[in-house]
């Protein structure tokens, strides 16, 4: 069956960087476009950045422009988000998501599947 499941999540300073891994298995992967979403407590699940398929193209929320990196690795089925520059406003619970559009999807309702999602908090 599916599965989407991240790691690399923790604690750290403002300002440091961490690199979350999103392994998938029992689909297609380089058919997928596949998103990165961050949900804090009490807060909507919030858009951070998508990644075509085939990695041409990227696209990412206001609030990450500049500082988040998302990119992947077709031959092994991972889809990585470097964080830099991280900020307390970054703390939340990061998910990945695959969608199989070709458009770069915005809307967490264009994403067919999830991972269980994986913390990070930024201490100030």
């Known amino acids: 069956q599916v599965q989407l499941v991240e790691s690399g999540g923790g604690l750290v300073q403002a300002g440091g960087s961490l690199r979350l891994s999103c392994a998938a298995s029992?689909?297609?992967?380089?058919?997928?476009?596949m998103g990165w979403f961050r949900q804090a407590p009490g807060k909507e699940r919030e858009f951070v950045g998508v990644?075509?398929?085939?990695?041409?193209?990227?696209d990412y929320g206001d609030s990450v422009k500049g500082r988040f990196t998302i990119s992947r690795d077709n031959a092994k089925n991972t889809v990585y988000l470097q964080m830099n520059s991280l900020k307390p406003e970054d703390t939340a619970v990061y998910y990945c998501?695959?969608?199989?559009?070709?458009?770069?999807?915005?809307?967490?309702?264009?994403?067919?599947?999830w991972g269980q999602g994986t913390q990070v908090t930024v201490s100030s």
């Open positions: 998501a695959a969608s199989r559009s070709y458009e770069l999807e915005i809307s967490r309702w264009s994403y067919a599947h």
């Open positions: 990644i075509r398929a085939s990695g041409s193209s990227t």
């Open positions: 029992g689909f297609t992967f380089s058919d997928y476009a």
